[in-house]
């Protein structure tokens, strides 16, 4: 079943922009992470955000956690062509990992 | 291995047909995971591996789906009788140990039945 939706569902910015996608969820949580899917293939890991952390950079991405209101923020900051992709979170509880539905961000240069 | 590998990378089947799809984890990933994805939707769990067994296979949609996990390492999902609802990207991932560490996905096996 699926824990987390994705807002928005779809996303197409200028080559440059920042792009922000937010995910909410249902239940307590261990941890959140954020993938990126290219073509519905196999999903690259991006970011891995803790419980008890808020906020977490990698490279161009920034990624929040407010656990009171149980949703998570990623943003792509300086946006290119090849960030065009599926974006999805997932929470992992005990052993359960969960998905959202996604966010499709396209990126027009 | 370096990542999660999984086989076929793409298979085409006749309805009716039985299918094997195979997983290899990441050395030393105790657990592992399976996930179906229909075309332009979320991941959709399946079955849930510990060590060699399975606490959790609630996600099986049905019981012409079983899966193994032989060794602690490789996994083979397996559909019998296919049917053409059934097409799908078939998801593998493993997890080194539980509790705060980073879900690694293989490629998928996309699977067509026709």
């Known amino acids: 079943s699926q824990q987390g939706e994705e807002d928005p569902q779809a996303l197409s910015i200028q080559e440059g922009e920042n792009a922000t996608m937010n995910c909410s969820y249902k239940?307590?949580?261990?941890?959140l992470q954020w993938y990126r899917q290219n073509s519905g293939r196999g999903l690259v890991h991006l970011i891995l955000?803790?419980?008890?952390?808020r906020e977490k950079h990698s490279g161009r991405l920034r990624v929040t956690l407010d656990t009171s209101k149980k949703s998570s923020s990623l943003l792509i900051t300086a946006s290119r062509a090849a960030d065009t992709a599926s974006y999805f979170c997932?929470?992992?509880?005990?052993?359960?990992?969960?998905f959202g539905a996604g966010t499709t961000v396209t990126v027009r240069a | 291995g370096a990542g999660v590998s999984q086989s076929p990378s793409n298979k085409v089947t006749e309805k009716g047909k039985d299918v094997e799809l195979r997983c290899d984890p990441i050395?030393?990933?105790?657990?592992l995971y399976w996930y179906r994805q229909s075309l332009g939707q979320g991941l959709e769990f399946l079955i849930y591996?510990?060590?060699?067994?399975?606490?959790?296979k609630s996600g099986l949609p049905s019981d012409r789906f079983s899966a193994e996990r032989t060794g602690g390492s490789v996994s083979t999902l397996t559909i019998q009788r296919t049917q053409q609802e059934d097409s799908a990207v078939y998801l593998c991932?493993?997890?080194?140990?539980?509790?705060?560490?980073?879900?690694?996905f293989g490629e998928g096996s996309w699977l067509t039945v026709v």
């Open positions: 955000i803790r419980s008890n952390e």
């Open positions: 239940t307590s949580i261990n941890n």
């Open positions: 591996f510990q060590g060699n067994s399975a606490p959790d």
């Open positions: 050395s030393g990933h105790t657990a």
């Open positions: 991932a493993s997890l080194r140990s539980l509790g705060g560490n980073t879900i690694y």
């Open positions: 997932a929470t992992t509880n005990d052993y359960k990992l969960s």
